[in-house]
Nanobody, 118 residues
Framework: QVQLVESGGGLVQAGGSLRLSCAAS????????MAWYRQAPGKQRELVAT???????NYADSVKGRFTISRDNAKNTVYLQMNSLKPEDTAVYYC????????????WGQGTQVTVSS
C-alpha cells in the first residue's frame, strides 16, 4: 500500500494556472502508474490524466492541450500542471496509484480543492 498526499490546490481566476503535487510514501513509487481524478459537486469522479510506469501519458478530452501530468521518481512525486483554467475545472482533485498501470488503483489521496472563478 502507498500513502498519497496532494497539495497545490486553491482559488484562481479563469485563464490562470495551478500546479498540483502528489507525494507518495510507504512503497516503491516507480512500480505504480499514477493518475489524477476529479470530482465536482453533484457529479461522479472522473479521470483527468494518467502516467504509466514507463512515462506514457493519457488525458481526458476536456483537458487535452491545457493540463500536463508528469512524475519525478527520485522525489516520489507526481504533478499536474493546469493551464488556461476554466470554471468547469472546479473540483476536488484526487491522486491515485495503480499497480501494473490498471487504473484506478486502490490507493487514493485525501484530495485538494481547485476553484476557478469566472
Amino acid at each position: 500500500q502507498v500513502q498519497l498526499v496532494e497539495s497545490g490546490g486553491g482559488l484562481v481566476q479563469a485563464g490562470g494556472s495551478l500546479r498540483l503535487s502528489c507525494a507518495a510514501s510507504g512503497s516503491i513509487f516507480s512500480i505504480f502508474g499514477m493518475a489524477w481524478y476529479r470530482q465536482a459537486p453533484g457529479k461522479q469522479r472522473e479521470l483527468v490524466a494518467t502516467i504509466t510506469t514507463s512515462g506514457s501519458t493519457n488525458y481526458a478530452d476536456s483537458v487535452k492541450g491545457r493540463f500536463t501530468i508528469s512524475r519525478d521518481n527520485a522525489k516520489n512525486t507526481v504533478y499536474l500542471q493546469m493551464n488556461s483554467l476554466k470554471p468547469e475545472d472546479t473540483a476536488v482533485y484526487y491522486c491515485n496509484a495503480a499497480v501494473g498501470n490498471y487504473f484506478p488503483g486502490n490507493s487514493w489521496g485525501q484530495g485538494t480543492q481547485v476553484t476557478v472563478s469566472s
